[in-house]
């Protein structure tokens, strides 16, 4: 292994460990895992590029391609969650859900 290889995947763990440190930080600021998970995943495709570049091997680009999976469908359920009116991709509050006094009276 040469000193680029060695450099790569040095900044390679650098860019993994902030992906985890800003995703915990955007989750903890904004409470939001619709916001956090973004940050996260984006930081770990980054890291699997530059572990990508360093050696050129199918083990590289199947967890590079493995992350871009996650990715997508990972932030598709998020905006489904969301928009089924749950905080987070969570169930929806039960606010929007209460029912019409005037219809369990009679």
């Known amino acids: 292994m040469g000193w680029w290889s060695g450099a790569v995947g040095l900044a390679a763990d ?3 460990a902030a992906a985890v440190a800003m995703g915990a930080a955007v989750l903890v600021r904004t ?3 619709s916001a ?10 980054a890291a699997g590029l530059l572990r990508l570049t360093g050696s ?3 083990a590289s680009l199947g967890g590079t391609a ?3 999976a996650i990715r997508k469908l990972a932030l598709a ?3 489904v969650g969301t928009a089924r009116g749950g905080r987070d991709g969570g169930p929806p509050s039960r606010l929007h859900f209460i029912p ?5 009276t009679r």
């Open 100 to 104: 019409d006094a005037r219809a369990t």
């Open 36 to 45: 956090a998970l973004p940050v996260l995943l984006d930081l770990l495709l």
């Open 31 to 33: 409470r939001q895992l």
């Open 66 to 68: 493995a992350i871009i």
């Open 77 to 79: 359920g998020v905006r």
């Open 14 to 16: 650098v860019v993994t």
């Open 56 to 58: 050129q091997g199918w």
